[in-house]
């Protein structure tokens, strides 16, 4: 979810205009396309502090909005019905036909309430949520509000006075690792479990800035209190909260250029898998160092967002701490002051990092990412033989050169060269008085 101040200024440059809007996942698929006759009002409403519950169901699986502008109100609702016909959005479907999609269930009369998956929607005294089209999506969604929220996924029947027997919950992972307030072992009272997990309800109802304001408000309660183990939970809680959003992106494109707009989806699928990463690397940012025999040294930081670049993100540092030619060292200066300043700020962080060079280059980067206590995935690609090297394994990966993973390694890497380039000829331009 995203804050209103963050998308106004996304979407601060966008014309009134008619036109047709296509909402993307991580992965670069389309889920949803709709069309509008203000197309920057209508993508705006997306992003209210209060919004449906199937609006919910989008928002929690985008990253990426394309628009495309029309002539007039008629050309947008032609142009929309032609892309949904041609790509079949999962959205769109949903909610042209009857089929029975899973709901996230709330239940509200036992002592401990559960949140489950449903597939009917029946007057029990539960809330329901969604509907939503896959299940796979509902599961991470599901182990996402577990994390944060930390209610029961068990599915035991108990109440508050007729609990399960000791030796059966006691050896319970969920328990063992503090995932769950264990209201099995009366742990936590039903009234303190509801107060916890109620914000699930506000969550999925889309009213996210009541619920940051309750949690900023719990925190101050709990620092005053000297509960600074509340304090922190709640401080990550709002932290995931704001940042959720983040990486939506953003651009305007034309209908010829919507097949190279959907091409990164196979470029960002092949890296993931080829990396073995946890996540789609959306947002990847890459490093390199240039000087010569030690004068005048830079470094530069490129940031690609969904395999493009992203030049106003782009940053450059002069070398400060670091004299004579040590190219690992300025690379860790420049590593450590980019994210240590992102850490400072509570920014969020990239999904990979790349930087130019082996396994020198790579033990430094990693050696700031241990420092700070950040665990992001980081790669280098050295030049001579395109080999890329990945913390843990022995040997590096090399991939065939139509690789569409390497091709975009290559592109990021070269960019970040270009990039430091140009700013150490222009520093050197200065010392000579050009």
């Known amino acids: 979810m995203m804050e209103e101040n963050i998308w106004k200024n996304k979407i601060s440059s966008m014309p009134a205009s008619p036109g047709v809007y296509l909402m993307k996942d991580a992965g670069g698929k389309i889920i949803y396309i709709g069309k509008a006759n203000n197309i920057k009002k209508r993508i705006a409403s997306y992003f209210r502090h209060d ?3 199937k ?16 002539s007039s109100e008629r ?7 032609q892309l949904i016909r041609e790509f079949q959005p999962y959205f769109n479907s949903m909610w042209r036909d009857d089929k029975s999609y899973p709901y996230l269930k709330l239940t509200k009369k036992e002592d401990f309430p559960q949140v489950i998956l449903s597939r009917k929607v029946i007057k029990d005294g539960s809330e329901y949520f969604g509907p939503y089209p896959h299940v796979l999506q509902i599961k991470v969604l599901l182990k996402w509000l577990q994390k944060i929220f930390k209610f029961r996924p068990c599915k035991l029947e108990f109440s508050s006075t007729s609990l399960p027997k000791e030796e059966k919950v006691k050896s319970c992972l969920y328990y063992q690792t503090e995932k769950c307030p264990a209201p099995c072992l009366k742990k936590i009272s039903s009234k303190d479990y509801k107060e916890k997990i109620k914000g699930i309800s506000l969550f999925l109802k889309g009213k996210f800035s009541r619920l940051e304001k309750n949690w900023e408000k719990e925190m101050g309660e709990a620092s005053r209190n000297l509960e600074y183990e509340k304090a922190a939970e709640l401080r990550d809680r709002i932290t995931a909260i704001k940042t959720l959003g983040e990486r939506v992106t953003l651009r305007e494109i034309k209908p010829e250029d919507l097949p190279d707009s959907l091409k990164f989806t196979e470029k960002l699928k092949e890296l993931k898998n080829v990396l073995d990463l946890s996540r789609w690397p959306i947002v990847i940012e890459g490093f390199d160092i240039s000087n010569i025999s030690g004068a005048e040294s830079v470094g ?5 967002q969904n395999g493009q670049p992203d030049k106003n993100e782009y940053r450059k540092y002069k070398i400060k701490t670091v004299s004579g030619i040590n190219d690992f060292a300025m690379l860790k200066e420049v590593v450590l002051r980019r994210y240590r300043y992102f850490k400072s700020q509570n920014k969020q962080f990239p999904d990979l990092i790349l930087v130019d060079g082996g396994k020198g280059q790579l033990s430094m980067a990693q050696e700031v990412l241990k420092d700070l206590k950040l665990k992001i995935p980081a790669v280098s690609l050295a030049k001579k033989e395109e080999e890329i090297f990945v913390p843990g394994k022995k040997n590096p990966i090399r991939l065939p050169s139509d690789s569409q993973a390497l091709q975009l390694l290559q592109s990021i890497r070269d960019e970040a060269h270009r990039f430091a380039l140009s700013y150490h000829h222009l520093r050197r331009k200065k010392s000579l008085g050009i």
Do not use: G
Request: glycine fraction near 0%; charge should be negative; aromatic fraction near 6%.
């Open 300 to 304: 530069s930081m490129v940031r690609f």
């Open 51 to 53: 919004i449906e519950s």
């Open 55 to 70: 609006t919910v169901a989008i928002i929690n699986s985008l990253r990426h909005i394309d628009y495309i502008l029309a």
């Open 75 to 81: 050309e947008a609702l032609i142009l929309e019905r």
